[in-house]
């Protein structure tokens, strides 16, 4: 099969590419930043998605499937910005896809998508409402994207489409929104508030992506790891230390005595959970983790 993968450059992306290649399919990738030590027989076109370059690697290749990877978080990029890849990059994709015959497509989303409450449900099903919008607006323009990925469904009937609401990402190459915020050796957390953290290793990250792939699901599917374990633990097994902040006081710390620097909206996330069940996804691929939650933990600390 010939694999298109837009954001290859990035650590999930050329985690999932090397996969793909190792169990015998053609890759190619689009992606602005370069990777240039890639391995042989993979292909990077180095273009902007969302402009004319981009639908020319479309023309000219003729991808059977397409991994759609090249969003960005509110850590990397302005909020114009971010608005123009990830929505605009995203409606993009999806219409050189239908226009070039692609015949399945996978939409790589995250399970913030939910967003952070006080009365979320314990596990998130693939059913429940986007109340990121209103919990953390720095995620609207993901959530926007993940929508649109969604509506593609009935958009584009003649194509096979996966939306994949992934929790967060942890392993040796510490890159990703959880090793950010782990990143010192001090790491704010809410006075009073200890919520479960979800995560997944990064290489069963990117299993979970190729099977998705290589199964030709269609539909939204939550992908997880190992069982999700309290932020305290989180912080205490990855040898930091939690620095306890009076939620009043919270945004005024931020970036100081060599705390992690949050956008405002992150709170809600660290005073509560998003967990998610991932069972729907287990049941129609057999996926299943490598890295339980001790062995993920230490494969960031100790890289």
Known sequence: MKVLITGISGNLGRRVAMRL???GHEVLGI????WPDAPKGIEVFDTDIRKRPAEEVFRTTKPDAVIHMATVTYLTDR??????????GTRAIFRHCDN?????TVFVGRHTYYGAAPDAPMYHTEDDPPMAVSTFPELADLVAADLFAGSAMWRYQDMTTAVLRLCYILGPSKKGTLANYLKGPRVPTALGFDPLYQFIHEDDAAAAICVALEHKVHGVYNIAGPQPIPLSALIRFTERTHV????????NFQGKFGLSRLPKGSLNHIKYPVVVSSEAFREATGFAHSF??????QSFLWS
């Open 21 to 23: 290649s190792h169990n």
């Open 31 to 34: 992606d602005r930043r370069p």
């Open 79 to 88: 909020a114009e910005e971010r608005y123009r890849i990830n929505l605009g």
């Open 100 to 104: 070039y015959d692609v015949k399945h």
């Open 244 to 251: 306890p902040i009076p939620e009043r006081w919270f945004n």
């Open 292 to 297: 339980d939650e001790v062995q993920t933990m």
